[in-house]
């Protein structure tokens, strides 16, 4: 996420979101799919793990290469200018390793609740609350690509102090959040049985489940941007 996230400070959205979030998984299917084609057979763990390996290699060397070409044509001392005093490194640290901290106990806490019910109540289980979660996290969609849109906007305007267009962005953030993320998942309520009757018959007994996740991450959206 290296260079995604400095090409966010640099505002090229596009150079950040599109390698990652479409151009990765994109890569990942067509070479799964050619592989299973050629072999003609299911691929195993070891050889989708390697697929997925050198997608994600090949997208971070192409997103390096096209980071560093744009920084070259950079106008000259644009790409050295001194940062201001609140943005030194040393006081960024201080800020940053809190956040950092509370990304990792979250990353955690978000995977954890598979690994500990797949140790209390064994794999079947497990397997069924994860295919139930995984489509509950289709209502965080929207709020991520608002966040990933907004953010870099919104500090430039703290930076700056424009009152008025931050609270213009957290607003557009907020609706832009909300009104998609409450009607993927009213879809994914009514739909429930139908969706995760994909995975199998008996992914069928998680519709109550999914009804909780959902209602959650619903309640998580209505705070407010991320």
Known sequence: GLFRDLSRGRQWLILALLPYHVIRPLVTAIAAAACWWLAGRHLTGKELLWIVGTSLLAVVLGQAAVFFWKQRRLPAGEETAPPPPEYQPERLFRTALPLWLNRVIGM????????????????????????????????????????????????????????????????????????????????????????????????KVASPVLLILVCSQALNVLTGPA
């Open 108 to 203: 955690t806490k978000h995977h954890s609740a598979v690994l500990l019910l797949g140790v209390l109540s064994g794999p079947a289980a497990a397997g069924i609350y994860f295919a139930a979660m995984r489509l509950a996290q289709l209502t965080a969609i929207p709020q991520a690509i608002s966040s990933l849109v907004n953010q870099q906007p919104m500090a430039a305007a703290h930076a700056i102090g424009d009152a008025h267009m931050l609270q213009r962005l957290a607003r557009q953030s907020a609706h832009g959040s909300l009104w998609p993320s409450l009607g993927l998942g009213l879809f994914l309520v009514v739909f429930s049985q139908q969706l995760l009757g994909i995975f199998g018959e008996e992914f």
